[in-house]
């Protein structure tokens, strides 16, 4: 099973270019969501999405912007990259609201 | 709002050891209460998970209990591997209409031959 799957592994940036990384589940799952984690601090949820066409800020969202055309997809777009963004990015899925989260295997993003 | 507090790392324990990974929570609900663990160069992987008061969650020979009254979800793990390296994320989610995870700051755990 591929559960989530994160593309790329790795990027690194220049401040101020563009990108998407990419985060698709073969879970049928509802909940989708967008963590960052950065050294000693734990997850912190950037964007999450209940369902397709649906999505909301999470605690972090400055900077990024999300979409959920598909109940399989859910990109996160970084417009103008800063070194604060610097860190390890992290898509999750669930079934519903109260079950456990499925993880993908991150992407590592350097600015610079 | 929602916090989650876990005992600082690193923890460094040889194998067979005892372990425990302390962990309380404030939240203004009744919470579902969850350990991930995350191997290096990994996502985070669900350990256990307890939804409601007294009940203990258990996996791979780790064990935590819910206590309402402590507020408390402590790790605990009756003798350790060497596989058992990585760190440890302390987790609540009030469910409804977010479900979104309210983590600790991750407890590294080393363990020695």
């Known amino acids: 099973n591929a559960g989530v799957t994160q593309t790329p592994k790795f990027r690194i940036l220049k401040i101020g270019q563009s990108m998407t990384l990419q985060c698709a589940q073969d879970?049928?799952?509802?909940?989708m969501y967008w963590y960052r984690q950065d050294p000693g601090m734990g997850l912190k949820l950037i964007y999450y999405?209940?369902?397709?066409?649906?999505?909301d800020k999470g605690e972090v969202p400055n900077g990024y912007n999300v979409s959920r055309s598909t109940t399989e997809d859910f990109p996160l777009r970084l417009e103008l990259a800063a070194p604060s963004q610097t860190s390890v990015y992290f898509c999750a899925s669930s079934l519903a609201g109260s079950q456990p989260q499925h993880f993908g295997d991150g992407t590592r993003l350097s600015i610079l | 709002g929602d916090s989650v507090t876990q005992m600082e790392g690193p923890v460094t324990l040889s194998e067979e050891a005892f372990l425990t990974i302390n962990c309380t929570y404030t939240?203004?609900?009744?919470?579902?209460l969850f350990w991930y663990v995350q191997y290096p160069g990994e996502g985070l992987q669900l350990l256990l998970k307890?939804?409601?008061?007294?009940d203990k969650g258990s996996n791979k020979g780790f064990e935590a209990t819910y206590r309402k009254e402590t507020t408390s979800f402590h790790l605990e793990k009756g003798s350790v591997q060497v596989s058992d390296s990585a760190v440890y994320f302390c987790?609540?989610?009030?469910?409804?209409?977010?479900?979104?995870?309210?983590f600790g700051k991750g407890t590294k755990l080393s363990v020695k031959p």
């Open positions: 987790a609540l989610s009030e469910g409804g209409s977010q479900g979104n995870l309210i």
């Open positions: 999405s209940v369902g397709a066409g649906i999505t």
């Open positions: 307890a939804t409601k008061a007294d």
């Open positions: 939240a203004t609900g009744y919470p579902s």
């Open positions: 879970m049928n799952h509802n909940y």
